[in-house]
């Protein structure tokens, strides 16, 4: 079995800053892309940025410039650093990972829980 556990959700003030962090655990052989995913509510799940096992990474547009995600490959954990928060990134946070679990041939697609971000005064 494998587990993607995201933490660091909360409150913040607009201007301000959070960093998430989801840890993958489990039966691990090893973790190719990790990504962060937002839904607001009422609206589609959209990406936030991806970081490959080779640590190329891809944002999107509503977020570039503001936040950065990064990954510990030794402890399959990917962050997301968020700065300059805006209203609109109000949203629940899920991260996401390809993950070939041991004595498996294959990857597959696993999701964390979500984590709650509301920007506001």
């Known amino acids: 079995q494998v587990q993607l556990v995201e933490s660091g959700g909360g409150l913040v003030q607009p201007g301000g800053s959070l960093r998430l962090s989801c840890a993958a655990s489990g039966s691990i052989y090893r973790v190719y892309n990790m990504d962060w995913y937002r839904q607001a509510p009422g609206k589609q799940r959209e990406l936030v940025a991806s970081i490959g096992d080779s640590g190329i990474t891809n944002y999107g547009d509503s977020v570039k410039g503001r936040f950065t995600i990064s990954r510990d490959n030794a402890k399959n954990t990917v962050y997301l650093q968020m700065s300059s928060l805006k209203p609109e990134d109000t949203a629940v946070y899920y991260c996401?990972?390809?993950?070939?679990?041991?004595?498996?041939?294959?990857?597959?697609?696993?999701w964390g829980q979500g984590t709650q971000v509301t920007v506001s005064s």
């Open positions: 996401n990972a390809d993950i070939i679990m041991r004595g498996a041939n294959v990857p597959w697609t696993y």
